[in-house]
């Protein structure tokens, strides 16, 4: 089947680093997104990884492994505005047009 | 600006009534997605078109139906044979080719609630 495994809730301090998994199993594999949705509102993307390694942007970073079918999102120097559910999504073939499949997402909460 | 909405975005009907939720986009983009989300969880595509007058299942189409007549325009009909309609529905699109843009764009939603 079709899956993608990520926890359900993630605490940190405000000023903190915080780290989001994910692991996939899916029928094709064309490459890892990250998307942040607040509460009522509409996700709005933040990374993509199609090959192997570290993507960087702003305080953001995604991580993809493929031999491990394995990603992450890392975030720095957390803010208060960063409190959201975090998605990682796969796309399943090779045109952007293509099938995509999300995680359950991950509740972020931030402490002061 | 270009970008996609979606109309209404509360929208309460009696059980047993068809209801049709709106999605228009002027990006210029080729496919266009619906997807449902429960409180608390992830989304789940309902359908998927990646041109005009094409359109594929989900994983969750049963009980739904859509249209693709127009680029602009990828309208849901969430039928009476939907056992569970109240939900979160999002639209969302992106431009089509190989290897190409990797983000989708979402409208800003429409809450169902069937009474």
């Known amino acids: 089947g079709q899956s993608l495994e990520q926890p359900s809730e993630v605490t940190a301090v405000e000023g903190a680093i915080v780290q989001i998994n994910c692991t996939y199993q899916?029928?094709?594999?064309?490459?890892l997104s990250w998307y942040q949705q607040h509460d009522g509102g509409a996700p709005t993307f933040l990374s993509y990884?199609?090959?192997?390694g570290l993507e960087e942007t702003g305080r953001f970073s995604s991580f993809l492994s493929r031999s491990d079918s394995y990603g992450y999102l890392l975030l720095q120097e957390l803010q208060m505005k960063d409190s959201a559910s975090y998605f990682c999504?796969?796309?399943?073939?090779?045109?952007?047009?293509?099938?995509?499949?999300f995680g359950s997402g991950t509740r972020l909460s931030i402490r002061p | 600006d270009g970008g996609i909405t979606q109309s209404p975005k509360y929208l309460f009907r009696k059980e047993g009534q068809n209801v049709t939720l709106s999605c228009e986009q002027n990006?210029?983009?080729?496919?266009m997605y619906w997807y449902r989300q429960d409180p608390g969880q992830g989304l789940r595509l309902i359908y998927y078109?990646?041109?005009?007058?094409?359109?594929q299942k989900g994983d969750i189409a049963e009980g739904y139906s859509v249209s693709r007549e127009k680029k602009e325009s990828f309208p849901l009909t969430v039928t009476s044979a939907q056992k569970n309609p109240t939900a979160f529905y999002l639209c969302?699109?992106?431009?089509?080719?190989?290897?190409?843009?990797?983000?989708?764009?979402f409208g800003p939603g429409t809450r169902l609630t069937v009474l």
């Open positions: 990006l210029n983009h080729d496919a």
């Open positions: 990884n199609a090959l192997d």
């Open positions: 999504a796969v796309r399943e073939g090779y045109s952007s047009a293509s099938k995509i499949i």
């Open positions: 969302a699109s992106t431009s089509a080719g190989a290897g190409g843009p990797r983000e989708q764009f």
């Open positions: 078109s990646q041109i005009v007058n094409d359109f």
């Open positions: 899916t029928s094709g594999f064309y490459g």
